[in-house]
């Protein structure tokens, strides 16, 4: 589950009751759904994008709205370090819209799939007044799955990649502008970390979440699940080039890329091998502790207002 | 995939393209895409329902509306004889709609799991305009897996329960008035035959497939993917007693019934104890014939427009 840009905390009233529901001998509270089938184990998440909620309708091609709502999916088994093992699209458009608009969303959700050598197994296609495009996604796990929840106090905290580009451009559209190029190409082709996801549970992190709700929210998922607190140094947080200052980094939803807790022993040579094998920074940007939540350090002279973010 | 209220065969171009973008090394054709996990096999199936599409708010209850969502994914295991081993359901609600809204549709969502012996695992919430809801559904096979594909000339095609229930309720809807009480209930209470289906499979029945676009369609769904013709004797097809007609019986989408193709010999002898057993009607409906398409027999003095429930 993520939390959509126009949404915020007032789902999470809902989303109590809805794991009440749900919680009936099944795992609930990391993105994927476990499932033990004889033999094998399955990890199984589904992401929903409805336009005039998580996009609009002019900012991205159509082959761009499939690619990112099948990426958002796969980010999901990317957070567990499970290999992708097929992708379902179920598609509502509406009778007015041409025929081809289907076709080209499914392609873009069929690149998104081969990008990370998988492929769309099978779906549903609806007529809706608006486009809607739900992936759900199944993958093999091997060995235990990497979950949120057993961060230890005196981990280090890495990030892949460079926060805030998709904010960056949510917010030139809303204005009316034309995004910066390479923002706009971190909103419309995210990419789900799924080699990098799978390397770093070979080397032993502790927790790992994908961010689907900002760096701040998810060290906050992180924190809440593993029972101490994520101390965030707002310094050293890698931000995109396209971003004015660090707030896009630490609330900016979306990103997909993934917040990992690393023993602190190894932590240095991971991130070095890391950036060499991926190219692709995996940048230090804080330490777990004992306690809960999260906190932010480097702050002084910065005005941050997490309430904005939250309903970004 | 099904064809739903206000839907019809315009779809199929598209659906043409989607098939071939999605087939690459995995099934489709059938409604339950099939993985191999190493060791386990698995179906798994997304339905997605759309209000002014599928249904409008006022028709049903949100926990009937939770209920015939999923009933509707599960149906497509039923198709395949698989056994449920979990259920995602992917939620749309706007923010004008009371919180409650969302947890009574996710109940009857978590009853129509349970009444198959399985639950909710997982799944996503988001705003929405229009209330929508996909059901994604994962069940395990053991042995083959029965499709649609392998009816052979000379069997027997056989329907589980009494058609035409839902046309007859939407119909009323449709016009402004309340629909026959058990017509409505059988448009808000469908159920998945999951057991029915497995028990089918182990008496060796040759194809199978849930009725989700309606009898004609569907046996035209069974003829086309064995290359056989499917003959169905309209004077004997089991009416819901709220029909005026057979005319709902043999177009009415969204029965989840099954029909199925047994070999002459054991036909009669499958019948009578699938009653015993299920107190549910099993009855023949027709043959599987050499040729292609549905022929229909017994309609004299009866007029069809079969164009006009296509768009049903």
């Known amino acids: 589950m993520h939390t959509a840009l126009g949404e915020g905390a007032e789902f999470d009233r809902i989303r109590g009751i809805w794991r009440r529901i749900g919680r009936v001998g099944a795992s609930l509270g990391d ?8 033999g094998s184990r399955v990890a199984i998440s589904t992401d929903l994008s409805v336009e005039g909620t998580h ?15 099948t990426t958002a999916a796969l980010s999901d088994l990317a957070a567990m370090a499970a290999e992708p093992r097929g992708v379902l699209v179920s598609l509502g458009i509406s009778a007015e ?19 990370v050598g998988t492929n769309i197994i099978g779906g549903d296609l609806v007529r809706s007044d608006r486009i809607l495009i739900d992936v759900a996604v199944i993958g093999a796990l091997s ?14 905290l890495f990030v892949t990649g460079l926060l805030g580009g998709p904010a960056v451009a949510v917010e030139a559209w809303r204005e009316r502008r034309e995004p910066e190029a390479t923002a706009r190409e971190r909103f419309v082709h995210p990419v789900a970390r799924i080699r990098e996801a799978q390397w770093l549970r070979d080397r032993g992190v502790t927790a790992m979440i994908d961010l689907s709700d900002g760096l701040y929210a998810d060290a906050g998922n992180i924190a809440a699940a593993s029972d101490v607190a994520c101390v965030l140094k707002v310094k050293s947080l890698p931000v995109h080039a396209a971003c004015a200052g660090v707030e896009a980094a630490l ?22 091998e890391f950036h060499a ?33 939250q309903h970004f």
């Open 251 to 272: 609330f900016s939803g979306e990103e997909y890329e993934l917040l990992v807790a690393i023993p602190p022993e190894h932590a240095e040579d991971i991130a070095s």
């Open 277 to 309: 094998l991926f190219h692709l920074p995996l940048t230090r940007v804080g330490d777990v502790e004992v306690g809960h939540g999260v906190a932010l350090k480097h702050v002084a002279g910065l005005e941050l207002d997490i309430r904005t973010f």
């Open 55 to 69: 996009f609009e309708r002019g900012w991205l091609a159509l082959d761009e709205l499939g690619w990112r709502a």
């Open 143 to 156: 060995g235990a799955p990497v979950t949120r929840d057993a961060a230890q106090a005196g981990d280090q």
């Open 31 to 38: 993105d994927c759904a476990v499932l033990d089938l004889g």
């Open 97 to 115: 819209m041409p025929d081809d608009w289907a076709a080209e969303i499914m392609q873009g959700a069929a690149d998104a799939a081969a990008a």
